[in-house]
């Protein structure tokens, strides 16, 4: 028998309002959520239904109204601001539709950025990073900007990006939306193996029905509410 993988992330009861005018709008309604280290977790629903809210109160990025957020053990929301902050940056990895790249920087110095950040000497954050590159297949690309870049390189620096610190945590939020079919599939597999052979959890969020085969487990929202539980 294999011992059950151990949960990265786990909320109960999220509630995020915001308000509009005089109103407010209830966007997450007491949502339960998790994920396991070696799984990817697809999030999937209609245009607005929360999805995006959902992964920023995950994050650390917006603090709900109601409702716990365990992180790796620990009850997330309950620390201070530097705290929180600590936690992205050391355990989580971020890949937007948008891609999010600096446009005056190469393909390399977005990826040493960070890993500077996290404290890594100048040498050691290049040498991680173009391991990085290359296992997006970048690394003939490092020198090159934002700008002389398609929108499949640039999401595959996107995820260089964030894999290169190995996260425990990856959050992609429409990852494949601005890409082709193959270019999509490219995306897909990396997150696949960050999840199998780095064990990240990676919470994806996505329109693409043609993503659900590579997930593990499947989480429908609409209108702020969680569906069905999803294969488990
Ligand atoms: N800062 C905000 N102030 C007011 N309303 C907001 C705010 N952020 C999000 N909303 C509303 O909350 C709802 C959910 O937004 P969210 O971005 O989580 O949706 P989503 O599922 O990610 O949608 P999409 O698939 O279009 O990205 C939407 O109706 C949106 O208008
Ligand atoms: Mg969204």
Request: aromatic share 4%; net charge positive.
């Amino acid at each position: 028998m294999t011992a059950p993988t151990p949960t990265a992330l786990s909320a109960q009861g999220l509630v995020k309002r915001f308000k509009t005018g005089r109103t407010h709008v209830e966007v997450l309604k007491n949502v339960d959520f998790h994920a396991r280290h070696g799984d990817v977790t697809m999030v999937m629903g209609p245009s607005g239904s929360g999805k995006s809210t959902l992964i920023a109160a995950l994050s650390g990025l917006l603090k709900p109204d109601e409702g716990k957020v365990s992180a790796m053990g620990q009850d997330l929301w309950s620390r201070g601001a530097g705290k929180i902050d600590r936690f992205r940056l050391d355990h989580c990895g971020f890949i937007f539709q948008g891609f999010n790249l600096f446009p005056a920087l190469t393909a390399l110095q977005q990826v040493t950025t960070v890993l500077k950040y996290q404290g890594l000497s100048r040498s050691e954050a290049r040498r991680v990073a173009i391991e990085a590159l290359d296992e997006v297949g970048l690394k003939p690309r490092m020198h090159q900007r934002p700008s002389e870049l398609s929108g499949g390189e640039k999401q595959r620096i996107a995820i260089a990006r964030a894999i290169a610190k190995r996260p425990t945590l990856l959050f992609a939020d429409e990852p494949t939306s601005a890409l082709d079919g193959e270019n999509g599939q490219v995306v897909i597999r990396l997150l696949r193996r960050a999840a199998t052979e780095h064990n990240a959890a990676v919470i994806c969020v996505t329109h693409d029905p043609r993503l659900e085969a590579f997930a593990d487990r499947i989480i429908h929202i609409e209108d702020g509410r969680i569906l069905a539980p999803g294969r488990d």
